[in-house]
């Protein structure tokens, strides 16, 4: 399955052109099977927050912001956040009993849908067992087993309880694998909160405009050097005036919290040689991308596989999680097999490990992937012609069930690139499609996500509201 952006191929940037290039693929058997229809009034009854904006309210006296992660504040799109009461499939509802269509998804994990039945009723067999043992329990080597048998780069997996989590954890290996201190990331891309991370982040520290995170000291940040995604040159660069110093490359393979920037047809072929020309270790951060380009991540997607790969979001089926693996030699040097420590309470917890194995059981099943390359290509087609036909400058492309635009004729390679977005008009996006029942990612630097339970209603609705709002913009 290809990636589908105009007049390009596989991984060459964001179209500007509302013609997508390849024809979409049928659902097959898994669209009927996977469709959940979730019933919408017809009558439209007048769309209020108050029940969200009294709860928000309280909530600023109770946590910083008055939420657990900056993007959900809507800073950056402005307006009132909503508090979400309940979800199921591809639908949520808030504390005022406006329906949406969701886009997010929990931002990644929910990619079988909302509250699904079987992974629910799983869960509930599960806990009459207990919820969290803090000893070894069988389903860790269920879920270890598919997870292995899917991502080409791992041979040994250790689980955590967050994306952030795995991105620390790997950090550490890599470094004390090579002996070396220094890494390269990119500028936009987002590896978690830890202090090593927090330079040119994308994300929430890009969503809020934030510079480089107060409270992280200089030592933390000293040997994170940092080049422009898509930047061949760049990187070559930062090796030649680095030999023998660099441990690793981290990398989202495709970007993800800039918005939606897929690589260069060459980028990751080229980092791949540089790293293995260079003796540094290559790192994929597949926490987004993993398990929803294809069921063996963006690395079995681009057919390039990387020393070491973080996950998170879909192999918890909507359970906190992480997890990080690769090739055999690196990860025994891990505790307790090897002297690199690492260590958590909750880690392969017995209903993190059950939402997982379910969810991979599902995404396993023929069809998954190509019908959900199907709906998301008509999703931003849609949205791309709705844009043009309206006369407003729009770019954006997708890759299976992940998919993200911009308000800027493009391409868009980086996250400069990204930053030339009309944001202001985006803002203005975001609250028309809330009021017109969908549910995007308050952000214009965060990525979209599809999943099995959007249905053709879904997306067709979602293209009409679209137009509607960009009419009025």
Known sequence: MAASISGIGVGLGLSCSSNLSKPLHSSQSSGSRVKMTVSVEDKKKNYTLQKSEEAFNAAKNLMPGGVNSPVRAFKSVGGQPIVIDSVKGSHMWDIDGNQYIDYVGSWGPAIIGHADDEVLAALAETMKKGTSFGAPCLLENVLAEMVISAVPSIKMVRFVNSGTEA???????????????????????????????LVKAGSGVATLGLPDSPGVPKAATFETLTAPYNDIPAVESLFNSNKGELA???????????????????????????????????????????????????????????????????????????????????????????????????????????????????????????????????????????????????????ISGMFGFFFTEG???????????????????HRGMLEEGVYLAPSQFEAGFTSLAHSSEDIQKTIAAAEKVLSKI
């Open 248 to 398: 690793a490359i981290i990398l989202e393979p495709v970007v993800g919290n800039s918005g939606f920037i897929p690589p260069k047809p060459d980028f990751l072929e080229a980092i791949r040689r540089l790293t293995k020309e260079n003796g540094a270790l290559l790192i994929f951060d597949e926490v987004m991308t993993g398990f929803r380009l294809s069921y063996g991540g963006a690395q079995e997607y681009f057919g390039i596989t990387p020393d070491l790969t973080t996950l998170g979001k879909i192999i918890g089926g909507g359970l906190p999680v992480g997890a990080y693996g690769g090739r055999r030699e690196i990860m025994e040097m891990v505790a307790p097999a090897g002297p690199m420590y690492q260590a958590g309470t909750l880690s392969g917890n017995p209903l993190a490990m059950t939402a997982g194995i379910h969810t991979l059981k599902r995404l396993k099943e023929p069809g998954t992937y190509e019908y959900l390359d199907k709906i998301t290509g008509e999703l931003v087609q849609g949205i791309l012609d709705a844009g043009k036909k309206t006369g407003h400058a729009i770019c954006g492309g997708y």
């Open 411 to 429: 391409p868009v390679h980086n996250f400069d690139d990204a930053k030339k977005s009309d944001t202001a008009k985006f803002a203005k996006f």
């Open 167 to 197: 991105c620390m954890g790997v950090l550490r290996l890599a470094r004390a694998f090579t002996g070396r201190e220094k890494i390269i990331k990119f500028e936009g891309c987002y590896h978690g909160h830890a202090d090593p991370f």
